[in-house]
């Protein structure tokens, strides 16, 4: 668990968006910035009992599953990064349907799609 | 998808368990039964885009997020049966606590340690 | 809406189980006593734009997407008092799989049927 | 349960906006799309259990309750469609109140609001 | 209790918006507008037994939690107007991350920050 | 925020709980617990921007409406600890009733009444 938690979130968010990010967390919330960067990315995220992929398209599950656009459309692109494909996210987003029901499944799609545009696009 | 339905349940929940699982949803709901074997298992599990591991570790930390206990004992069960290790299950449930909350990652181990206890000692 | 709130709860609970409910209710919190008599059966329920059958079917739903089983067990049986057939209940019980997810509508059937056994036990 | 799925979707949805519809969920997902012609429409709206009114009443009040915006919107039109009159979809949308909280049954109406506008002035 | 509905509403929401509070909620819906200031305001906010700030607070917090962004927003400026500080309500919604999950909070603190620029450029 | 996170956790569980509790928490999962002691007491309850017993009824207000009756439990005592009254907790679970629904309110109070019979009874 030594590596730094700003090291860590930039595998996931991606190096070039890593200063927007943590200046947006610092406007928010200072506090939040730092629980983000120390516990969430410093120590959760650091371990490597699972591979990024993996984490990744956990992260998508759970974020659909919540309903939680915003941050969902982060963890589409974060998985993009750690090597899943489209087809694989899709696929975790249709299972969304089985567990946390239809309308969840379908606004994950949605976010992912525009997400995607975005990653793919830069 | 030609794989049916009852051959990819029994993947998931184990060969040895598929009949009782069936006997209890029969007795359940005989259309909820049909549903989990025709579109569950036989449509969104059948697809081979993702691994039986990752499916599972999906399906866990969706299970977990959404506090659905029951459901969640099953499929700690069945990504042990994909080859994912305890210490696998813990790093995802430990993400439950950044996503949905301490109270459902502390649930989600709880319900954990009950499911693998009979599972290893089964 | 002038049917006081004790008539109208009694419609829904049964007349025989209205004293035992609002002892329950009382040796809660007197305060929610008050609030449900007053407001959830004096005025919510008491409206005639929706009969007794579609309203109780209505409360099956949404308490079944929300979990709440303890309440679902109680509307259960309102909606056979207001003349719902088994079947019927099941059928609302399985589109919440659309909508909530499999588990809920699982864990709802299960409710359903020991709510039922009680009730045509009774 | 012998009616095509597309046949049961148009019944809610509108014939008129079938095409429509099928065309936003085949790019949104051409798999998601396939279940929902073929599960939610082609299975479980497809029984005569229920009537259609009941059945589009009781998916508002699943909608409502999980906070669910856009197939809410949906859903209140399938409603009217089904022969639900405003006042009735209202009701239940207050019984949301009781069962999710305030905050629901106001977003709810909202879009109720606003789905009726479109509707009405169709 | 003998306070009445409509003034107990302008302590928390600002003497100065209650009237077009009111409007807008009878637009919506006359029913629901007559449950939020006969029960909501007359009944529950109408009690002694908490002070205004810690009410208001316990609010934000539940609306934080249950991702409820509009009505928070109102909260959010009723807590300051019944003297919380902007420090206390970002430590309340911190404390929404350890208890509802990081993507609540994070939605809270963009809501609060929204409302604050609003409240005090009045 | 200098003050550790055991001893900020001994004042809202009890000093005299605080080594059973650790104890179960380190069985349950060691890094579930060294995040409860390092990033929840050692850091989010560490600050004295709110006073305890606000705190305490703020995280009651949160676990109602979450429906996390486990940790519901443990924090109705937290808030008996800080100085809240029963009629203080019972008045935050009512106000829960307006923004999460009835039946969460119903059971938060439920769980309530078994956690005071507990403190008090110690």
Redesign the interface.
Known sequence: MSEPGPDVMARFVGAENLDRGRDYLEQ??P??HR??ID??YG???A?D??DGK??A???????A????Q??LGVYVQAARRQGATE??I??????????????????A??TM?AALDRFDGA
Chains 1, 2, 3, 4, 5, 6 share one sequence.
């Open positions: 928010l919330d506090e939040l629980y983000i516990f969430v120590e959760v995220y371990g009992v699972l993996t984490r398209l956990c992260t998508v599950a759970m974020l599953s919540l309903d939680q915003l941050q087809e694989e899709r696929e975790v987003l249709r299972q969304v349907a089985v567990y946390a029901g239809f309308p969840s499944a379908w606004n799609l949605a799609k």
